[in-house]
């Protein structure tokens, strides 16, 4: 017996944690500063950690109420219908619900490059192809409906995702509802704000729901997840905002109780801390400016919680970097052996990879101009 045939799939390669980098290079995980996975520097909300501890005695239970109570709060915030709100295991899990919602074997789904590395797995796992549209270095990776109709061929899904990443661009609104406009009927733009918190942005809800002079579509969906900016990366909590005319799409395809009752106890607590998501934003919003202002090379602006910088050899910058205690990302796997991406962390956190990685950029250049003088490979 074999699987079927999965050459086309990727696995995905995410961001390198602090104990497995520790235990290969045979250091103490206390020497290390992590800022390769866009998480949260402040930790979860700790409201959410005591709700999480108190519910612990509950976890024999499928979740029920949880699920509904926290699928009620999300909707009120958005003034939407419960029905359009579908709760999932993680933003990831939201993209598989729409891919089964929607793609039918053999339906294309068109996806940003370089891009969040799922769209095109989840649409694989549902049978799907993938084609990709550009988002040039050269243009700092500015998103605009022309970049992406350009290479629109009838696909069933596109994805847009702002703030991008690996980038930190964003899409305007406009823009947005062009591309809903000029796509055909059956063509859904879901619009990923994994980072929406982190910008000062209107959300693409509008443009669903009809407001802020948007007229109401039906053909557009936003995709939020509680791992950043809300810290809870480790507990799977995301969700889709979607047209009301086929919310009801969300029973037939979810998978029962994915979003566990640990998750919906934690994200109803964290929804309602203001504090710690404000003194998130604020933390990403500080480090982003020091980072640009503070790292000798090029920084691309960004509004997520973490930007995109331009070092020649990402792999072997990141691995200097790494023995020297900051993990960053490497973003050859994003099709970008350039660049590295760097996650905001505290002030001492990003004070620490500034100065790090100028050292190992310095060091770099000395090297380089050595090579450059001379000395042969003789
Ligand atoms: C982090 C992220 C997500 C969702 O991640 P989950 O942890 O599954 O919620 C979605 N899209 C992008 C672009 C992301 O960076």
């Keep these: 017996m074999q699987p079927r045939d999965l050459s086309d799939h990727v696995a995905y390669e995410a961001g390198r944690g602090i104990e497995e980098v520790a235990r290969e290079l045979d250091r103490d995980p206390e020497e290390f500063v992590k800022l390769a996975s866009n998480e949260n520097p402040h930790g979860p909300s700790p409201a959410a950690a005591v709700a999480i501890r108190e519910t612990a005695s509950n976890a024999s239970s499928y979740p029920k109420a949880a699920h509904a109570d926290l699928t009620t709060e999300i909707a009120d915030r958005w003034a939407v219908a419960d029905e359009q709100v579908w709760l999932a295991n993680g933003g990831d899990g939201a993209i598989d619900y729409l891919s089964r919602a929607v793609l039918e074997p053999g339906d294309s789904t068109l996806v940003p490059s370089p891009g969040f590395a799922y769209y095109g797995m989840s649409a694989r796992f549902h049978h799907g192809e993938v084609r990709e549209y550009e988002l040039s270095k050269d243009d700092d990776f500015s998103q605009d409906a022309e970049t992406v109709l350009e290479s629109y061929d009838g696909d069933r899904i596109v994805y847009l995702t702002s703030p991008h990443n690996p980038s930190g661009s964003t899409i305007p609104l406009k823009e947005v509802v062009e591309i809903a406009e000029r796509t055909d009927e059956k063509t859904l733009v879901v619009v990923d704000e994994a980072y929406g918190e982190f910008a000062d942005r209107k959300s693409a809800v509008a443009p669903i729901e009809g407001r802020d002079g948007f007229e109401a579509r039906d053909d557009i969906a936003v995709l939020r997840t509680f791992s950043k ?28 109780f994915a979003a566990s009752e640990l998750a919906c ?11 710690h998501v404000q003194r998130t934003v604020e933390t990403a919003s500080d480090s982003r400016a020091y980072m640009r202002d503070n790292l000798e090379t090029h920084v691309w602006e960004s509004e997520g919680n973490f930007v995109l910088v331009d070092v020649g050899d990402a792999e072997r910058v990141a691995e200097e970097t790494q ?38 950029l310095a060091e770099l250049e000395l090297e380089a101009d050595g090579n450059d003088t001379g000395v042969t490979d003789a």
């Design 229 to 256: 900016a809300y810290g809870l990366a480790g507990v799977r909590l995301g969700y889709a905002v979607v047209p009301d005319e086929w919310a009801d799409a969300y029973a037939r395809v979810n998978t029962p």
């Design 265 to 275: 106890r934690a994200g109803l607590a964290a929804i309602d801390d203001d504090e």
């Design 323 to 360: 023995e020297r205690g900051v993990i960053v990302r490497d973003c050859t796997s994003f099709g970008l052996p350039d660049c590295l991406r760097i996650t905001c962390g505290t002030e001492t956190e990003t004070e620490r990879a500034v100065e790090t990685i100028n050292e190992v």
